[in-house]
């Protein structure tokens, strides 16, 4: 089994990484772009009943800042 957790900022925190993109977009002459926010996709092989609450935890202990940071996992068919 697999799951991906997507881990972003929350709004109204600063995001230096997403600005940076925004930036090079423009030079690059990519006028349509409004915003940028930047984050993370961690993929992760679980094994068989792995639960949802378990998944949730390592998010919450290590995968996430929950100060500044959200996340959602996704599951995925194998």
């Known amino acids: ?22 930036h090079a977009l423009e030079g690059l002459g990519f006028s349509g772009v409004e915003d940028v926010r930047a984050g993370k996709l961690i ?17 919450r202990k290590l995968l996430a800042n929950t100060v500044i940071e959200n996340f959602r996992i996704e599951r995925i068919a194998a």
């Open 43 to 59: 993929e992760l092989s679980l094994a068989e009943g792995t639960s949802d609450t378990d998944i949730e935890a390592m998010c």
């Open 1 to 22: 089994m697999k799951a991906r957790v997507y881990v972003t900022l929350k709004n109204g925190v600063l995001d230096p990484q997403g600005r940076a993109i925004h």
